[in-house]
């Protein structure tokens, strides 16, 4: 028998029969990875870690490694993501002074010797590519400071800055404070792993621009405001979470009916909540015989669970057989769940179920693409494959540039305008990402042109 998987989803095949098995935690429910509606508001918890109190990002602190997961396993967000990070970057990051020119506001693009060796000298570039990643997947930055050795004579400034990782990263307040308002940021191990990850986090005030040198070391967290949200930002991914499970299984199933002339006759749905209660029931038993629990041994738990359903489902000496299950009802607040197993026969009438799948999956690829923020013509996200055309392309981008890059690329460099104005404050020189203004090919000189390059 052979079981591939595809993240939490599986194809089963015992050489006879097959089926496609996926993993969902709340059929009822709007994803595995969201949270419940009237708990959006995540400053109701607190997390308390020596003396600080943590305000967590998301319902149970995990949100950056949830929106990693389920982009990650997506075959189509990750592409729409690093597209859109590489329109942020453009030809990369520049100097430049605002100026006001016959009434209009303009860039105009500078260079300068001492600012750009400075940030060269902390390889900067490497800072703000981190930055543009994190921004296009949370609409947030944090941002480490360090001053240099100079304040030690009275000569301050900033030595350089470096990205903190977002899964690491929680804002803070020390217990006494009852103000409700973040002072600090406290970075460790969220899935306490190892015990220092409890004992000995990392504790930095949040850096105050208007007082830039008062710490060694302080973190700037910069982001977009999310409406009636405090603390983080709610990323509009977040509101494309159920396309994109949706996106993901829809490849299994269809690898399922193309691989090795494989005919899966059923779709097998499982909740998560069976699958979490027996690894708790195996760590419980580990635990109580005095062993340690190994992944390993989940992993072949579900593997003969597998193997279980398959026999049931396939073989004539099956036939009148049945599969029983319960499903059951959780109350949380008003939202109710259910869970439970379903069993979905799929129709013999292969070409019109690939075809329907395959509108669902186009269907999720424009409602992921436009969760992300790129647009479909911009992600070369088009229905049957069609591509867009020069003119919608060229409008696409000239409309982006426009309306899409200004708050992102302040947010982005935000933390190193701070720093270029703490260090040279007689300075109105600023940061950001040079862009080129789109031409059409027939502007462009022949040998100029994309097709002849």
Known sequence: MNIEYIGNNAVVDDGQNAFTFEVSDNPRSFDSYRVDQQTLDWTDNRYHLGGWRVFPYGNDNQLPKQIRDIVQENYIAPGLVKKKTQWLWGKGP?????????????KEWVEDDEIWKWFQSWDGEEYLTKACVDYNHI???????????????????????????????RLAAELTDTSNKATHVVVTDW??????????????????????FAHKNSILYSNMYSFCSDYYTVPDIYGS???????????AILRALSQKGISAKYHVI????????????????????????????????????????SKVLSGESNTGKFW??????????????????????????????????????????????????????LGNVSESGRSSGGSEKLY??????????????????????????ANWPNKKTKMGFYHTEPEREEDITPSKR????
């Open 324 to 377: 029983h299950s319960t499903k059951e009802i959780e109350i949380e607040g008003t939202n109710m769940k259910e869970h439970g197993w379903e069993i979905k026969e799929i129709p013999s009438n292969t070409k019109e179920f690939i075809e329907s799948q395959i509108k669902i999956s186009e269907r999720a690829d424009h409602a992921v693409s436009s969760g992300i923020g790129i647009g479909t013509v």
């Open 191 to 212: 899935n306490f792993e190892m015990i220092n990850a409890i004992l000995n986090p990392k504790v930095y005030p949040i850096f105050d621009y208007k007082n830039p």
């Open 94 to 106: 520049k100097l430049y002074i605002e100026k006001v020119v016959e009434g209009k506001l303009v």
């Open 450 to 453: 994309i097709k002849n390059q």
């Open 396 to 421: 696409a981008m000239k409309e982006y540039l426009e309306t899409g890059v200004d708050i992102a690329e302040m947010i982005v460099c935000k933390g190193i305008n701070f720093a270029i104005a």
């Open 139 to 169: 609409e947030g930055v944090f941002t480490k400071f360090y001053l240099s050795r100079g304040g030690r004579i009275g000569k301050p400034s900033i030595a350089k800055l470096e990205h903190s990782m977002p899964d690491k990263s």
């Open 241 to 251: 979470f159920e396309w994109l499970r949706r996106s993901t299984a829809i490849p």
């Open 270 to 309: 499982s909740p998560q909540k069976f699958w979490d209660d027996k690894k708790k029931m195996l760590e419980d038993d580990a635990t109580a015989r005095g062993k340690k629990f190994k992944q390993k041994d989940f992993n072949n738990y579900k593997n003969d669970f597998l193997k279980t359903i």
